[in-house]
């Protein structure tokens, strides 16, 4: 219980800093990039502070690798860039509030980070013998979950080194799924869960863990990831914006209903 309590101090004081950073530079990518590297230290916390054997740095490694990835890449792309429109949303309609209202935000999310770090705790006391093939299947699916993560940043990264400006990409991952890099957040820590099941037969509570992809899946897909990007989207590009979601899967990548058009317009998107 002592490292679920450094753990969720770590969470709490990483996003008083992530909003200090927002109010200082107006520019809100760095919640994003503080938030994913404070998962990342907190979990590894919550990860090695657990009673177990290799699986427990297993998980470490993989952990370090998804944080690093993604704290690396927001950093690098909130430099120079405009703000998030989500947070630009939020601002608006705050108004005057937005300081005290951003404030309390920002640990709402650090209570999701717990949620997290709780579940790679309960992943790395799994009591099974290690290592085993749940161990082998839980580890692929997060490297490939990392790697797609990966792969539909960078496509969209050279997609908008040389697409006009307003225009809506398509190509690669982007055209079977209108947010792969959200896809891939989330099938990262299904593979995480994926190891508490090692020896759950012993130990019921492992079942747990699960809660950490249920809820990236209902907040991205219904909260605070898909709706307010879909929203702006919908509302600086309409014509464009409706012609791409009406073939291209919002979630899981699928082919596309109908061959993409050249004229097709990209997402703002963040992970």
């Not at 309609?93 to 005290?100: H, L």
Request: proline content about 6%.
């Amino acid at each position: 219980m002592s490292t679920m309590i450094v753990a969720a101090l770590l969470l709490v004081s990483a996003m008083s800093v992530a909003w200090a950073a927002r109010m200082r530079t107006g520019s809100s990518g760095w919640i994003d990039t503080i938030w994913s590297a404070a998962v990342g230290l907190a979990g590894l916390v919550a990860a090695l502070g657990a009673e177990g054997d290799g699986r427990r740095w297993l998980i470490a490694g993989l952990l370090v690798l998804w944080s690093s990835r993604l704290a690396l890449h927001i950093g690098a792309r909130t430099r120079g860039a405009a703000d998030d429109p989500r947070y630009a949303e939020l601002e608006r309609q705050w108004g005057g509030a937005f300081r005290s209202r951003l404030f309390l935000f920002l640990q709402i999310q650090a209570a999701v980070g717990l949620v997290l770090t709780f579940a790679l705790h309960l992943a790395a006391s799994a009591s099974g013998r290690f290592p085993g093939p749940i161990d082998v299947l839980a580890a692929l699916v997060v490297l490939a979950g990392i790697a797609g993560e990966a792969l539909a940043d960078a496509q969209l990264r050279r997609f908008r080194a040389s697409a006009p400006a307003g225009s809506v990409c398509d190509v690669g991952l982007w055209g079977w799924s209108r947010h792969p890099n959200y896809f891939f957040e989330w099938l990262v820590w299904c593979g995480f869960a994926l190891f508490a099941l090692a020896g759950i037969a012993d130990q019921p509570i492992q079942i747990l863990a699960f809660a950490a992809p249920a809820m990236m899946w209902a907040l991205l897909v219904h909260v605070s990831g898909i709706p307010p990007l879909e929203a702006h989207m919908a509302k600086s590009r309409p014509v464009a914006w409706r012609a791409h979601a009406a073939r291209v899967s919002a979630f899981v990548p699928r082919p596309p209903r109908r061959a993409p058009s050249r004229s097709a317009v990209h997402p703002e998107e963040s992970p």
